[in-house]
């Protein structure tokens, strides 16, 4: 394996995400919390107007841009395209280093406590999710695969991954999980300095991973307004159990609606402000023990 | 006492606080939940660009427009202040019959449950909290006194009020806190009915009330960027005392800001979402046990 030379971690991809925001802030701030001898550390704002503005985005979600067409695209114009090119001209310029790694920060106002989200399987992330699940028990793993370029930040290469941090609302700033993540950053680093020096110690060769098999929108008429609400008994459950049957939404006059699948899943991202509008109520998936190697 | 005669109902007064949003939608398709046999009740919905948007608001906070002087002012050029003067058109039709009372629906990322916002001391409304808090144990009773037509769509008449609703993120509904606030909402109601019949009866004679004595603002440099954040043992106290000494704010890199006033107050409106850009970190009060007379 090859060593880790270069890592960024981006804030503020989403601008009304303020954890990774105030983050990025206080280590361009305070460089030396994030230095660490064997690589360069980079740190980054991911969407400056909408962090002014106090908004997700300006005129589309910067987190779906990053797809090979759009960022080839020179017809372009959106603010976010245009922003996404010059990220990747930073994290990959030109005839240099490029990042090898990637910390994405976001947070959801869904129970997801402190997630780190995998795009693949790659062992040395599925080694570094063990190690920090390890560390942090509060940590919990989701595998939502992306092939590379597929439009995420994290995925501009094998190594980005994101952490989301949940719940916590749009626009504020929660002092326990702002400090819950900054040790987690930490933790990220130290462990990427650690396989630099060839001192990797698995601290465990057993992981729990939720691995995303799909979402379900909201029921909605035919204009697509939504029909109903989570239902109170699956709010705030993310990574728990739904059993086919259980109650997933309750519409506006109070009738239950029950999970139709034919197994047992775990939801994920239940609740989440921002995909009102993508069409997702939740994302779904399956509870897994894998072994580490 | 005069008659209730017309009632209004408003919802997405701030286009991200979906409760109200669909709770007015909800009345609009059910009239008969809101029809009672001595008044007549509107429903309307209060920011409908920024609803669509998802946002609090397009161009100024609608909720600030409806002073005197802007309602006025025929070079109104912004979004909300032409809404406002709508509003007031729909509420206060001239050589019509007014709206008696306004119920102005929103929510807050602050803990506060099931608030009721006065902006005066009229007696009905100190009756009517009252009763309400008598019911449902859950409600909270906050005085924060504007005079008529000071820029509150509640302020449009003496009877107007607000129902604040928390701890729930901007942009997503909480089922429980809507069940919560659509029941409180029939209580509102029920209590205007019998008080037009002459049947109300106290059922509280004694009410705690929250009475706003000003605000607090986040630690700031020199251009106004925030250097701290409510602190994990003040966050989601709303109601609860804070004594001079204790800690109300925590430093990007963990120092500790203690209450620096003379006497014991209670906090309100910890961490809202939308203050961060007024300068505004929470409200304070004084607690007070008032007779119901």
Chains 1, 2 share one sequence.
């Not at 841009?65 to 310029?93: G, H, M, V, W």
């Not at 790659?122 to 509060?138: Q, T, V």
């Not at 939801?267 to 921002?274: D, K, R, S, V, Y």
Request: with cysteine; aromatic share 10%.
């Amino acid at each position: 394996m090859n060593q880790i030379h270069r890592l960024a971690i981006v804030g503020g991809n989403h601008g009304n995400e303020l954890t990774g925001v105030y983050l990025v802030k206080k280590f361009q701030q305070y460089p030396h919390l994030i230095h660490r001898a064997s690589f360069e550390t980079l740190s980054l704002l991911g969407n400056p107007k909408a962090i002014t503005a106090r908004t997700r985005y300006i005129d589309v979600d910067l987190n779906r841009c990053f797809d090979n067409k759009k960022l080839s695209d020179a017809k372009t114009s959106s603010y976010e395209e245009l922003r996404a090119r010059e990220i990747q001209q930073i994290l990959q310029p030109q005839n240099q280093q490029n990042v090898d790694t990637i910390i994405d920060l976001h947070t959801t106002t869904a129970n997801m406590g402190l997630c780190i989200i995998l795009g693949n399987w790659h062992p040395l992330l599925l080694k570094l999710a063990a190690d920090l699940s390890a560390i942090n028990p509060l940590v919990k793993v989701y595998i939502h695969e992306q092939p590379k370029g597929s439009g995420f930040l994290r995925s501009l290469c094998n190594l980005g991954f994101a952490i989301e941090i949940g719940a916590v609302p749009q626009g504020i700033l929660n002092a326990e999980l702002f400090q819950q993540t900054e040790q987690l950053i930490y933790s990220v680093l130290d462990y990427f300095e650690d396989y630099n020096q060839g001192k990797n110690l698995p601290k465990n060769d057993l992981l729990t991973v939720y691995k995303s098999i799909g979402v379900i929108d909201y029921p909605r008429n035919e204009v697509g307004e939504i029909q109903a609400m989570i239902h109170p008994q699956l709010q705030f459950r993310d990574y728990e159990p739904l059993h086919p049957g259980d109650p997933m939404f309750i519409t506006f006059t109070g009738e239950e609606i029950l999970y139709q699948g034919n197994s047992t899943v775990y939801p994920i991202f239940i609740n989440e402000a921002a995909y009102y509008e993508k069409g997702i109520a939740m994302h779904i998936s399956e509870k897994e023990l894998i072994k580490i190697s």
